[in-house]
Nanobody, 129 residues
Framework: QFALVESGGGLVQPGGSLRLSCKAS????????VGWFRQVPGKAREGVSC????????FIVDSVKGRFTVTRDNSKNTAYLQMNSLKSEDTAIYYC??????????????????????WGQGTQVTVSS
């Protein structure tokens, strides 16, 4: 059975940190790129980060660069999004997704939703004092 489960969200004060996890089951995890996205109600989903299967590419969108870090542990079938110095504008539902092929590479300028086919259910991140 295939499943992708995000965890680690919650309520945090501005300036705080959270680490999101994305655990895959049933997939040959090290075949896949992992994308991280976030969505605020009423707004389009935004691509935040991606990491290639062997972690050779780790892309972070400019709006969170220097604060967010993406990693993965293929032995645990899990990817992580470390989020530091959180701001109120980071409040959103965060999703991870798996994408096949060469969708996260050195040419990546934007994490494109249509390139990812397998999605988790999302985890809520709320940054508020």
């Amino acid at each position: 059975q295939f499943a992708l489960v995000e965890s680690g969200g919650g309520l945090v004060q501005p300036g705080g940190s959270l680490r999101l996890s994305c655990k895959a089951s049933g997939y040959t995890f090290d075949w896949y790129n992992v994308g991280w996205f976030r969505q605020v109600p009423g707004k389009a989903r935004e691509g935040v980060s991606c990491i290639s299967p062997a972690s050779t590419t780790r892309f972070i969108v400019d709006s969170v660069k220097g604060r967010f870090t993406v990693t993965r542990d293929n032995s645990k079938n899990t990817a992580y999004l470390q989020m530091n110095s959180l701001k109120s504008e980071d409040t959103a539902i965060y999703y991870c997704a798996l994408g096949e092929g060469d969708v996260c590479n050195w040419r990546t300028e934007r994490v494109k939703e249509y390139q990812y086919e397998n999605w988790g259910q999302g985890t809520q991140v709320t940054v508020s004092s």
